[in-house]
C-alpha cells in the first residue's frame, strides 16, 4: 500500500483501500467532480501528490497512468442544479458516493479527504490533508482536478465569454468582471455569492 508509514499499520488491515477527493467546490460556475482510486500495490506510481501542489502538464500524465495502472478508479460529478438545491457540501459528498459505487470493485475502506464522509455501506474514515498524506488519496485528487479542468474546457467552448479555461469557473476579477458585463449563464451557481446578488 503507498501510504505514509505512520499510517500503514491502520491500512494493513484492509485489502482493498479506496482513495476519494473532489475538485471544484470553490468555483462559482459548474458541476463538482469526485474520483476515486484503489492503486495496485504491484504496480508502483512515482509523483503522486496533492494535485494543487504540482502542475498542469504532470497532472494530466500522472492521470494516465493512474488510469493505466491502478486496480480501479471512477469519476462521477454532482450538477449546478444539485449544488444549488443540496449546498456544495452534500453535492460533494453526493459525487464521491456516486463514484465509489460506479467502481467495478467494492473497497474494504474508503479514504476520504478532509473532514466529512459521504454515506457508504463500507467502511468510511476522513482524513484531513488526506491528498498530501495517503497515495490513494492523492490519485483521486489528481483524477478529479484534471476532470474538472477538461469539464471547464467544454463549457468554455459553449460560453467563452467567462473565459471559464483559464479561471475553471474560481471567482477571479475577470470572471466577476465577466458576470457583471455578460449576466448569469445557466451554468452559473445561483445559490454562490456574488452570483445571488446578481440574478
Known amino acids: 500500500m503507498h501510504v505514509k508509514k505512520r499510517l500503514t499499520p491502520y491500512l494493513n488491515n484492509y485489502v482493498l483501500a479506496c482513495g476519494v477527493d473532489e475538485a471544484g467546490r470553490g468555483p462559482l460556475a459548474g458541476p463538482v ?48 442544479a444539485e449544488i444549488d438545491q443540496l449546498n456544495i457540501l452534500q ?44 497515495s490513494e ?6 483524477l478529479a482536478k484534471t476532470a474538472r479542468d477538461a469539464e471547464m474546457l467544454v463549457l468554455h467552448s459553449s460560453f467563452p465569454c467567462y473565459g471559464f479555461d483559464q479561471h475553471k ?11 457583471q458585463k455578460y449576466g448569469v449563464s445557466c451554468v452559473h451557481r445561483r445559490s454562490f455569492s456574488p452570483v445571488k446578488s446578481m440574478i
Not at 476520504?112 to 476522513?126: E, F, I, S, T
Open 33 to 80: 467532480l469526485a474520483a476515486c482510486v484503489i492503486l495496485d500495490p504491484c504496480r508502483k506510481i512515482d509523483g503522486l501528490a496533492d494535485s494543487k501542489k504540482i502542475s498542469a502538464k504532470k497532472r494530466e500524465n500522472l492521470a494516465v497512468l493512474i488510469k493505466r495502472y491502478s486496480k480501479a478508479w471512477a469519476i462521477a460529478s454532482a450538477s449546478v
Open 91 to 134: 453535492a460533494s459528498l453526493l459525487a464521491m458516493k456516486r463514484a465509489v459505487e460506479s467502481l467495478p470493485l467494492t473497497p474494504n475502506i474508503v479514504l476520504v479527504d478532509g473532514n466529512h464522509c459521504p454515506q457508504l455501506k463500507c467502511p468510511v474514515r476522513a482524513i484531513i490533508k488526506g491528498d498530501s498524506l495517503i
Open 137 to 142: 488519496i492523492s490519485a483521486a485528487s489528481i
Open 169 to 179: 469557473g474560481y471567482p477571479t476579477k475577470k470572471h466577476v468582471a465577466a458576470l
